[in-house]
């Protein structure tokens, strides 16, 4: 401030200055004016001639008066009515111009699309651009192509993404992928409209979009569920607050009913956690589950009048794909069944292979083949509960039943089909801890605390390994029981490759065959 004052000096002086002459101009203008009023005053017939005060308009401002003139006596106030007041008037709402669908898409042929999609759809009627005016908002976007896909998607880390395209190209995705869409229009206040509008563009923004995906709690059709919840003031939420008809799971098995092999293999992967009850707020993870609770759905106006949220529906793209059932598939009598017959076949290898050498070359093989296809999912399960995020995977009671341990069982039997004693009684020790699991996991069922829909596992695994366990328990019995202690002896030094002691036994006489009218032990 002090070198901008410095810096001003000497205008200022100049300014002062040039003040200073037109105030003495001025002063000169007035004596003038004086010595021709006092002449006029003394001579008066020689007095100008008076005009109207009409002049022209002076320009410019005149310079202040040297002395403010005297105030004059102020008027008496006469009281008077007040004058009526228009009251103001109110600003005209915006227009209307926005209208809000929400569109759900019927589920597909691929594992992926099996559980349906929706989006929200925004119609603005002020908008020239087309591509603009009608704009689809998709919370279901992900990309094959990231270079971590796999490892986000074993950890439970995979990231989805909003995206918005143009209504035109989405119904040409969809009637490519030959899936139905319909939509349902919601009847929002304008305000409402506008401030849906500004959330989805708000989350589109690059530092928005992502988010972390979620099988149950957090996908497309719940951040959907949310949005339109968020606009209505709860509304949504508490129209939904009773409780659902299905599981998680249930949900899961009836949408995956036309793939088995899906079927089957999220019904063992996942854990008690989806077989909790719960609300059709949470239903609302199925798109189709959200479409039928909007419909119970009402909004209360300024006035305290109701109305349904949905204003209208239209099927906009039809579909010749059958519909997923009502409920879930009731299918444990398979599952038992193939329970059995693997069993039943274990079992008879087992027998068999006392005496015959390629029923128990196979027995051998298919102990090593199942033990590393059990053993690896009960070790997934253990590091899915253990190391990743995947929530629906904790606590998983089929752990109990693919025992981790029969990984073992790999090179076990190998060693088995091979005839190596040591490994005949180790695979011997494995399948039996394996069959007590599978007994334990169906007692531990009458405790609250176990509570795992996995009854279509559990006739599966307790005939299946107590088939396993007669055929093993039939080659060690005839190793280890039924023979001679020689004999025993001699297998073991075959099974080990002891060349020497083979030939000094062989020297030995050998024991006499039973006589023909007994079978051998």
């Not at 569109?103 to 651009?129: R, V």
């Not at 796999?150 to 439970?156: E, M, N, Y």
């Not at 009402?298 to 039809?318: C, F």
């Not at 079992?347 to 006392?354: E, I, P, Q, Y």
């Amino acid at each position: 401030m002090l070198a901008t004052s410095v810096a001003r000096g000497p205008l200022a002086v100049t300014t002062a200055g040039c003040y200073v002459a037109r105030m003495a101009r001025n002063l000169s203008c007035a004596v003038l004016l004086l010595a021709v009023l006092a002449l006029a005053v003394a001579l008066p017939g020689a007095g100008l001639a008076q005009k109207p005060e009409t002049g022209p308009a002076l320009s410019g401002s005149a310079p202040p008066p040297e002395a403010p003139p005297a105030p004059a006596a102020p008027a008496p106030e006469v009281p008077r009515a007040p004058e009526p007041q228009a009251p103001p008037v109110a600003a005209p709402p915006p227009p209307d111009r926005l209208k809000v669908f929400v569109l759900t898409f019927s589920p597909g042929d691929h594992p992926f699309y099996k559980f349906g999609h929706n989006a929200i759809w925004i119609h603005d009627e002020g908008t020239k651009n087309p591509i603009n005016r009608d704009k689809v908002y998709n919370y279901g976007m992900f990309s094959f192509g990231d270079p971590k896909l796999i490892p986000k998607f074993v950890l439970g880390r995979f990231m989805y993404w909003l995206d918005s395209d143009p209504y035109a190209q989405t119904v040409r995705v969809y009637k490519h992928e030959n899936r139905a869409i319909e939509s349902q229009e919601l009847d929002l206040a304008p305000e409402q409209e506008r401030e849906l509008a500004r959330l989805l563009e708000e989350n589109a923004k690059p530092e928005n979009r992502y988010y972390k995906y979620d099988y149950y709690r957090d996908n497309c059709s719940t951040r959907v569920r949310d949005m339109i919840d968020s606009v209505t003031g709860g509304r949504l939420r508490a129209a939904a607050a009773a409780p659902a008809r299905l599981t998680y799971r249930q949900q899961t098995l009836r949408l995956t009913e036309s793939l088995p092999a899906e079927y089957v293999a999220l019904n063992f992967a996942m854990g008690n956690a989806i077989d909790q009850p719960v609300t059709k707020w949470e239903e609302a993870f199925i798109p189709m589950e959200l479409q039928e609770t909007m419909r119970h759905v009402t909004l209360v106006d300024a006035n305290g009048v109701e109305r349904p949220l949905v204003k209208d529906e239209k099927l906009l793209l039809p579909s010749q794909q059958t519909p997923p059932p009502k409920d879930p598939p009731v299918w444990w009598h398979y599952s038992l069944l193939v329970g059995l017959a693997l069993g039943g076949v274990f079992a008879l290898l087992g027998r068999a292979g006392v005496k015959d050498k390629r029923a128990r070359a196979a027995f051998g093989m298919l102990v090593s083949v199942f033990g590393l296809f059990w053993g690896f999912f009960g070790l997934f399960f253990l590091f899915v509960w253990f190391f990743t995020d995947h929530q629906v995977g904790y606590h998983n009671e089929n752990v109990m039943l693919s025992v981790p341990w029969s990984i073992v069982l790999v090179g076990s039997g190998i060693n088995v089909a091979r005839s190596r004693v040591p490994s005949i009684k180790r695979a011997h020790f494995l399948i039996k801890a394996a069959l007590i699991s599978s007994l334990i996991a169906l007692v531990l069922k009458v405790l609250p605390w176990f509570d795992q829909a996995n009854g279509f596992f559990l006739v599966f695994f307790i005939p299946f390994w107590a088939g396993v366990f007669f055929g093993i328990n039939e080659l060690k019995q005839a190793l280890f029981v039924a023979r001679p202690p020689v004999e025993v002896a001699l297998v073991a030094e075959a099974a080990s490759g002891s060349k020497p002691k083979a030939k000094k036994a062989a020297a030995k006489p050998a024991t006499p065959p039973p006589p023909a009218d007994r079978e051998a032990d």
